[in-house]
């Protein structure tokens, strides 16, 4: 009895861990974020950014309601500058970045 309750209770284990190891949202976003903004933008709620006329992420809840960026980052983000790329997201990517932009405000 003591052994079938202790493979039931690994093979529990097994099947919970890769649950438990996957990435959340917020840091897949932040994954994102250093890949893609960290050149430009702080991506932290502590640092400055590189490039100085580049907002940090931590004020952006400041300039925009995180919850309205989603449509600009489908439709393709751009500004009138040359330095910003144009940047055009998938739905989850769009949902990771925007989980971790509000785990800044």
């Known amino acids: ?5 202790l493979r039931h209770g690994l ?3 097994l099947l919970v861990t890769p649950a438990l190891a996957a990435p959340t949202a917020e ?4 994954a994102f974020a250093r890949a893609n903004c ?5 991506v932290n709620r502590t640092s400055e950014s590189p ?3 580049a907002p940090p992420l931590r004020i952006l809840h400041r300039r925009y309601p995180i919850e309205t960026l989603e449509e600009a980052l489908a439709e393709g983000i751009s ?10 997201l998938s739905p989850d990517q769009i949902h990771d970045l925007l989980s971790y932009l509000k785990t800044l405000e």
């Open 79 to 88: 500004t009138g500058h040359a330095n910003m790329p144009v940047f055009e």
């Open 27 to 30: 840091q897949r976003g932040q």
């Open 51 to 53: 490039l100085k006329v």
């Open 11 to 13: 093979i529990g284990l």
């Open 1 to 5: 009895m003591l052994q079938s309750a």
């Open 38 to 42: 960290a050149r430009c933008h702080a």
